[in-house]
Structure formats: C-alpha cells, structure tokens
C-alpha cells in the first residue's frame, strides 16, 4: 500500500465500522417502515454533506452543471440504495441483507469501472473479492440458520440485496468519476448526496411519522443520519479521493463482519464456528488488498499514482480541502 493511499484505506475502514452499527442501530426503532428509515438515514445526510459542500458547489456549478448527467445518475443510485437496504434487511434479516448488499458492489463497480473506463482488474483484487465474498456467505449461512421467513421473503430479500449494490457501486463510481475529472471533493460528494436526499425528501414526508412517535425512534433516526450516513460518507469520500471505487467497495467488505460483531454483542445473536469463519475470511481479503506489494522506484515512491475509477490521477491535496 502506498503512502498516498493509506489514509483514503484508513478512512474507508473506519466508514466500514460506522456503516456495520446501522443494522442494530435500526433494530432498536418500533413500528419504523424500513422505507422510513432509509428515506431518514441517507436522505437527511445527504442533505447535509450538501450543506458542508455549499462553497465548493458554488465554486464548481458551471463544471458540475456540464456533468449533469452523471449526476442524475449517482443522485438516483443515492436515492435507491437506502430503501433498497433498509428493505432487504427488514425481508431476510440484518445478516442476509448487509451481506447480499456489501458482497455484490465490489464486483459490479468493478464492471463499471471495465466497461465504462476500461480500468483493469488485478488478479490480487479478484483475489480478495472471491475471499471476501466466500467470507461474506458464511456469515450469511451463520446468521440465516434457523429462520423463519417464507421461501418469497428470502428471495425478495436477495433481489433487494442485488439492487442496494448495484446502486451503491453505481454512486460511488460517480462520485470517483466526478472526482477524476477535476472536480472538488466536497463538491463531488456533496452535489450526488444532496441531490439524492432531495428526492428521499417526499419518501421521508410520506413513511417517516413514525420516527417522532417515541423519543427511542427518534434518536435512532439521528444517529443513523448524523454518524453513518453523515460522517460515513465524508470519510467515503475522502477514501475515493486517494483509491478508486473498485478498491474502495471491497475494502467496505468488512462491514458485514463488524455487523455480525454487533448482533452478537449488543442484540444478542448467535454466530457459530461457521460466522467467525466468515468475520475471519472477510478479514483476509483485506488484508490482501491493503498489503498488495507495490513497486517502487529510485526515490522510493511508487512506480505509478494512485488513480481515481476514471484511470485518470487522483485529485491532488487541493482537492481535498
């Protein structure tokens, strides 16, 4: 790993833990429609990362208005992903949902990111993808042991599950793309997540009462906003400023782990041999994509920049600001 990279792999790890406490977060709130949830967690962050972005969207209007159809793109992918999840969970469980989600966006952004940059794959990250999905279905076949829910649900839960993370690379690759292109961070990620939130608004309006109805639904609308919507994705953005979206959705494979952690911990669930096996093996993966050995050159840097999903160089610390 580069030194370059490093604090955008930090960043994302720390995203991951953020992002792994939504589920048991969200199991604490009573008669709240996943729908509810969602529309609140992600459409009230994303207003807010609009909020904190509002010099730089103002600096870059005329750039981000050329781009407005990659935009509409990650504003509508932002505005599908957290119902899609929310929805998925509710059907087949937190583990079922996480897992279906996170598990599928490493290998979909790395589809876009082939067919629309023509950005190669290396043997090393289908490498830790393929663990970390194996690690991924373990933890699924752990947590789904012993449930319930009718054969339809469980389906239902997986196409759900397939669409939170087609819509999860697709906004991530955007903002990485926005990025590349030269503009601003805090624009990129402010301007897709805003606009999402926007159209979460009148699914919020119409599902979201329930959120007010006790003072526990209301701290869990908040903290889901404000900590890993709010807060997670400007650390996902500063990860996407130093690594591409490719790398970025399979280091985010840790989130099923640290979930599984916290349904053990604080809900009260049961993992077995074969879950820890899956929290291991998520583990590994990465570990194999963080250490991949880099060359280096004479002056002791690496022999190439890191780059942004549009195989172009990553935007320079001005950017980051």
Same mark, same amino acid.
Do not use: K
């Given at each position: 790993?580069?030194?370059?990279?490093?604090?955008?792999?930090?960043?994302?790890?720390?995203?991951?833990?953020?992002?792994?406490?939504?589920?048991?977060?969200?199991?604490?709130?009573?008669?709240?429609?996943?729908?509810?949830?969602?529309?609140?967690?992600?459409?009230?962050?994303?207003?807010?990362?609009?909020?904190?972005?509002?010099?730089?969207l103002r600096r870059q209007r005329s750039?981000?208005?050329?781009?407005?159809?990659?935009?509409?793109?990650?504003?509508?992918?932002?505005?599908?992903?957290?119902?899609?999840?929310?929805?998925?969970?509710?059907?087949?469980?937190?583990?079922?949902?996480?897992?279906?989600?996170?598990?599928?966006?490493?290998?979909?952004?790395?589809?876009?990111?082939?067919?629309?940059?023509?950005?190669?794959?290396?043997?090393?990250?289908?490498?830790?993808?393929?663990?970390?999905?194996?690690?991924?279905?373990?933890?699924?076949? *752990?947590?789904? @042991?012993?449930?319930?829910?009718?054969?339809?649900?469980? /389906? %239902?839960? +997986? !196409?759900?599950? =397939?669409?939170? &993370?087609?819509?999860?690379?697709?906004?991530?690759?955007?903002?990485?793309?926005?990025?590349?292109?030269?503009?601003?961070?805090?624009?990129?990620?402010?301007?897709?997540?805003?606009?999402?939130?926007?159209?979460?608004?009148?699914?919020?309006?119409?599902?979201?009462?329930?959120?007010?109805?006790?003072?526990?639904?209301?701290?869990?609308?908040?903290?889901?906003?404000?900590?890993?919507?709010?807060?997670?994705?400007?650390?996902?953005?500063?990860?996407?400023?130093?690594?591409? *979206?490719?790398? @970025?959705?399979?280091?985010?494979?840790?989130?099923?782990? /640290? %979930?599984? +952690? !916290?349904?053990? =911990?604080?809900? &009260?669930?049961?993992?077995?041999?074969?879950?820890?096996?899956?929290?291991?093996?998520?583990?590994?993966?990465?570990?194999?994509?963080?250490?991949?050995?880099?060359?280096?050159?004479?002056?002791?840097?690496?022999?190439?920049?890191?780059?942004?999903?549009?195989?172009?160089?990553?935007?320079?610390?001005?950017?980051?600001?």
């Open positions: 790993m580069s030194r370059a990279a490093a604090p955008g792999v930090l960043a994302l790890v720390v995203t991951s833990i953020l992002w792994g406490t939504t589920g048991t977060a969200a199991s604490f709130a009573q008669g709240v429609s996943p729908l509810a949830i969602g529309a609140a967690s992600l459409g009230i962050g994303g207003l807010l990362q609009g909020m904190i972005a509002l010099p730089q750039e981000l208005r050329r781009r407005g159809g990659l935009l509409a793109a990650g504003a509508l992918a932002v505005f599908v992903y957290p119902l899609a999840f929310y929805s998925s969970m509710h059907l087949g469980g937190v583990a079922l949902g996480t897992v279906i989600s996170l598990g599928s966006a490493p290998v979909l952004s790395g589809v876009l990111e082939r067919i629309f940059d023509g950005h190669p794959l290396r043997a090393r990250w289908w490498l830790a993808v393929a663990v970390g999905v194996a690690g991924s279905v373990l933890l699924c076949l *752990a947590r789904s @042991a012993g449930d319930q829910a009718g054969q339809q649900q469980v /389906v %239902a839960s +997986v !196409l759900l599950g =397939l669409l939170a &993370g087609a819509s999860y690379a697709l906004y991530s690759w955007v903002v990485g793309r926005l990025m590349g292109s030269g503009i601003e961070r805090r624009a990129a990620v402010g301007s897709v997540f805003s606009a999402g939130g926007l159209l979460l608004m009148p699914v919020l309006l119409l599902t979201g009462a329930p959120l007010l109805a006790s003072a526990v639904n209301t701290w869990v609308g908040l903290y889901l906003s404000l900590v890993p919507m709010f807060l997670g994705y400007v650390l996902f953005g500063v990860g996407l400023s130093r690594v591409n *979206a490719s790398t @970025a959705t399979t280091i985010t494979l840790l989130e099923p782990a /640290v %979930a599984a +952690v !916290l349904a053990v =911990l604080i809900v &009260g669930e049961h993992l077995g041999v074969v879950g820890w096996l899956g929290v291991v093996l998520i583990g590994l993966a990465l570990g194999v994509l963080v250490y991949s050995p880099r060359r280096i050159t004479a002056q002791g840097r690496p022999r190439g920049p890191a780059r942004s999903s549009g195989g172009q160089q990553c935007p320079t610390s001005r950017t980051m600001q």
